[in-house]
């Protein structure tokens, strides 16, 4: 039999389209503009094709942001995965506990970032803050704003506590939705503490996992207001991800058109890597089906 | 392998239990033999999980003892008790193949990785699952996942007892009936203890060797399905087991005789003065539809099953149900019901009474 065709159900996307098209697509595009001209100003443009681009990729500076950046994500998912996982599974199952936990939890994902940055800014100062001051009190020389590695220290133990919440959240729910039976069963069969984990509950958390990794990559990867609230990207450069970094040249020096070109290139290593790591974690998962 | 026994035991998820009302389970004890099929029968909430739960560890219960063969394990975690269990939806290791799930008890017992092969090879052609041994559980159908839940609670050669909490419950009406014969086969080549909880008096009647139908957080009878059917010891036991169940009449019993609704019933018994409420029971089986002689019967319905004919009506009010068998005609004239005496069982406040002889 054939198939009716309607596509009048195209139009029902409409109002999405619209919305989205003056939310992103339309400012994008403004930004497309700006990466392949030239301007002094006053909406005189001047053509430069991929001047701009060419200029970028060659660019130190942005290699040199670029490296701060992967490995600034690198290190967070390293730290905040396993952490999150480690806390879901040692959070109380039921009963009070277990609400005044999920509590707990979600308070450091509902302060915004700039308050965040704030927070940790005075924390960690050696006159006045309660961190900072207490660690050169017993005489650990420690100085986020000269010093590169407290710098880094200070904002992945930041972002730690900002965010490992979140993923444990998430492994949580995934923890919650496995049936008792299961833990029965291990028992029977007399799996390890560690098989119960391997077998059990990491195959069932998979799915939220697969979030988790996505959204902190993603977050990770675009971090800005924190580090700026925090060092302002110093000293020096050590902490200047690449956002800051595109904010320096677009803000504060004007350098329009190199900085849209880039922006235009950041969005698009965001945009792959997460297509590569949605494609790799969904095909891995298919393949274990067959 | 071990009998397992029951002393004093019974359950109360209270903390302080006042009256018999707390009680999920009451007062039992029972000898469940070594190598026997028994089902537990009985609808939600009689108390056959509690019990299951009971005997598999995952509940300490609040009075009396559990022995396995002459070991006390009441107090004894799960993990020490050497049972097996299969739960009520398949619990299978996503991420293992077939094999790797099926040798997944042995290995965490250290056995010898030979002996292990060989024995996961016997349990995989038992369930019929040679082909998909290096297969990922993960994708296959819910009755192929309960047969590999079935073939790693077989897998071990030295369990105390395997239990079984309805595990048919997600399985096809036609796979249902083929995992049940597997059930029975793999209970003739092994002989294991097995505990089947179930609801459905097909699947008890047909696994098991002794039925144990719960009521109430009682056990009320334990007996070979020919038992439950013919001497029913309690009246629900006579209601639950058979399709329709027994029928009951309010009677008052002299001797052989007992006088319903104004008519004389003989009995196939005698029986002693009887205190209480007195009942007599008759399966529908054992009842006939009269032209001349018997209870006068309203007919209400009549449904024809195929095979026989079941005849629904009241009798002075009650429910009564008759089964005619095929071919048998039903007049107009045919208002009366009569009964085999032989097959009438008396009970008092819903026990059976045992009668002498005439």
């Known amino acids: ?290 | 392998m071990a009998q397992i026994t029951l002393k004093n035991l019974a359950h109360s998820y209270s903390a302080t239990p006042t009256s018999d009302a707390d009680f999920a389970l009451k007062q039992m004890d029972h000898v469940w033999q070594d190598g026997g099929a028994y089902a537990l029968l009985g609808s939600s909430g009689c108390g056959k999980t509690t019990l299951l739960n009971i005997i598999s560890g995952l509940l300490r219960p609040s009075q009396g003892r559990v022995l396995f063969g002459d070991r006390d394990v009441t107090d004894a975690a799960t993990a020490e008790r050497n049972i097996a269990q299969v739960f009520q939806f398949p619990v299978v290791y996503d991420t293992m193949t077939v094999r790797e799930n099926l040798a997944f008890p042995l290995r965490n017992r250290g056995m010898d990785p030979a002996y292990i092969k060989a024995r996961v090879q016997a349990i995989a052609q038992t369930i019929g699952m040679e082909a998909t041994l290096d297969r990922k559980a993960r994708g296959l159908t819910a009755d192929a996942k309960q047969k590999i839940s079935l073939g790693r609670g077989m897998v071990r050669e030295d369990v105390n007892a395997i239990l079984f909490d309805e595990p048919l419950t997600v399985i096809d009406p036609h796979m249902k009936w083929e995992l049940r014969t597997q059930l029975k086969q793999l209970h003739r080549d092994f002989g294991h203890t097995m505990i089947y909880v179930t609801h459905d008096q097909t699947e008890a009647l047909t696994f098991a060797d002794k039925v144990v139908v719960m009521y109430d957080g009682r056990v009320v009878q334990m007996g070979t399905p020919e038992e439950l059917f013919e001497t029913p010891a309690h009246t629900f036991v006579g209601y639950f087991i058979g399709s329709p169940g027994m029928n009951l009449l309010d009677a008052n019993v002299t001797g052989n005789t007992a006088q319903v609704l104004g008519a004389q019933v003989p009995l196939g018994a005698a029986y002693a003065p009887i205190s209480g409420r007195t009942q007599i029971g008759i399966r529908p089986e054992y009842c006939e539809l009269s032209a001349t002689e018997g209870l006068p019967i309203t007919i209400r319905r009549i449904e024809d099953v195929g095979r026989h004919r079941i005849i629904r009506g009241e009798v002075g009010g009650n429910a009564f149900n008759v089964i005619a068998p095929e071919g048998a005609a039903i007049g107009a004239d045919q208002t009366l019901v009569r009964f085999a005496p032989e097959r009438i069982n008396v009970y008092a406040d819903d026990w059976r009474v045992q009668g002498g002889a005439v």
């Open chain 1, 1 to 290: 039999m054939d198939k009716t065709q309607n596509n009048k159900a195209w139009f029902l996307i409409l109002p999405v389209l619209i919305l989205v098209a003056f939310s992103a697509v339309i400012p994008l595009m403004t930004v497309v503009n700006y990466s392949v001209n030239d301007t002094f100003g006053s909406n005189d443009f001047f053509w430069n094709g991929l001047g701009w681009f060419e200029e970028m990729i060659a660019s130190d500076r942005m290699h040199a942001a670029l490296g701060r950046q992967v490995l600034f994500s690198a290190i967070i998912l390293a730290i905040e995965v396993p952490l999150g996982i480690f806390v879901a599974l040692n959070m109380p199952k039921k009963g009070f506990w277990a609400s005044f936990c999920l509590v707990l939890m979600a308070l450091p994902l509902l302060i915004p970032f700039n308050v965040v940055g704030t927070i940790w800014q005075i924390f960690c100062r050696i006159d006045i803050g309660l961190l900072g001051h207490s660690l050169a009190a017993i005489g650990i020389d420690y100085n986020y704003t000269n010093d590169a590695l407290d710098a880094w220290i200070t904002i992945v133990v930041m972002d730690v506590w900002h965010w490992t919440s979140l993923v444990a959240l998430l492994c949580y729910a995934g923890l919650q939705s496995i049936p008792q039976a299961y833990y029965q069963a291990a028992k029977i069969d007399q799996a390890s503490r560690w098989s119960v984990f391997r077998y059990i509950e990491l195959p069932k958390m998979s799915g939220v996992l697969l979030i988790a990794v996505l959204l902190r990559f993603m977050d990770s990867f675009m971090i800005y207001t924190e580090p700026f609230v925090l060092t302002g990207g110093g000293p020096g450069n050590s902490t200047t991800f690449l956002s800051i970094d595109l904010v320096k040249m677009a803000v504060g020096q004007f350098d329009l058109g190199p900085a849209a070109a880039f922006s235009i290139m950041y969005f698009l290593v965001i945009l792959l890597v997460s297509w590569v790591f949605y494609t790799v974690m969904t095909t891995l998962d298919a393949q274990e089906t067959k």
